[in-house]
């Protein structure tokens, strides 16, 4: 018996041991595979959370392989955080827009007359990402801009895919215009916003809306970082900052795939740029080319890619990726044009980066007025760790408040 016992704590033993192993092997692998470029804030602490990151990856893995859960359902609750307790300065709710949950924060003091509406649009590249973990942004915004702020939980990839989290933000935005006033919003202040996936959804919807005549005209857009295209990985910000934490340029591929099809299959062909003929990516060239990058953006280091042809099916299965409501750099001059005054974030060691540069561009052609903010010691996902304990970052606060600033101003 005492033999039977002894084994068992052996092979227990070993079992930790090779856990541990692995873990500290994925982990070190990883992160050796990273880069915290010079000038990000906070480097360090930068380092930390990509650790941890990776680690609740591994574990979820380890704990998809022993059949206890899957990776994906354990890396959501380990980011998901946790509605918090009540505030002092504001009204918080949770309701349903058609069927779209939501939570909606409202300032607790009296105002004048009705208040400006925030609707946020959450980052997480379409799979990650909830109201909970997106509570500590949305209430600063409301308490600080003393707005009236809707925080949208949209279905997630890959088990509902494209058009499910865009068609979830319209339903979102169309109930809130429609009934703006009984949360005393002014229905011609209302503002979109959102980050990182979130922006995408945030641009393809306001850009939906300018042939809404049922709707109040959308009085601004808020975009923080977001993903605007899947035609060309290979801008400056995609080659400079491929290694760069939080968003890797492969997991930025891998995203949209998941977000499009709910797999990954032509990821390589996606990162090679061979998923596009290249009479579709000379006809979206004159929006979607680093000539229209500023020269600065490009002093890092950038090699022009020359064009390669794919096969039909690859372009057939990711040909919803010319969509505007996809990819919204993509819109025709008509649209652009009736776009609302604008915000645009970035970020300079961010693979988006270019995407926003790129969209700002196509805004101030088309007349649109532009406040741009960018954080040059900033990184992907640094607004929303604004407040996060020791591992807080002061260059996403001071983002955050020329955000709020913004949205005062209007």
Sequence with gaps: MEFVYALLVLVLAVFVAAFILLVVGTIYFDLSNSEIPLGVDQPVKLRIVHSILIGTAVLGKILEKLGLCSQLGFTRYMRRGKKLGEDPKLFIKDLQFGKVPVRIYQPRAPSAGRRRGVIYFHGGGWMF???????????????????????????????????AQYEDCLTAITHFMKTAEDYGVDPACIIISGDSAGGNLAAAVCQTLVSRPDLPKVHAQVLIYPALQAIDFSLPSYQQNCAVPILFRERSA????????????????????????????????????????????????????????????????????????????????????????????????????????LYKKRLEDGGVPVTWYHIENGFHGIISLFDNGRLSFPAGKKGLDNIVNFLRSL
């Design 129 to 163: 990402g909830s109201i909970d973990s997106y509570e500590p942004v949305c209430r600063y915004i409301a308490r600080e801009s003393e707005s009236v702020v809707v925080s949208v939980e949209y279905r997630l990839a890959p088990e509902h895919t494209y058009p």
């Design 254 to 357: 891998f995203y949209v795939l998941q977000y499009l099809k709910g797999d990954a299959s032509f990821l390589e062909d996606v990162l090679e740029g061979s998923h596009m003929p290249v009479d579709v990516k000379l006809k979206f060239r004159k929006w979607l080319s680093a000539d229209n990058i500023p020269k600065e953006f490009k002093v890092r280091g950038y090699k022009p890619k020359v064009p390669i042809e794919c096969s039909n099916e690859v372009y057939e299965a990711v040909r919803n990726f010319c969509e505007p409501a996809f990819s919204p750099l993509l819109a025709e001059d008509a649209v652009v044009h009736q776009l609302p005054e604008s915000f645009i974030l970035t970020c300079e060691h961010d693979v988006l980066r270019d995407d926003a540069l």
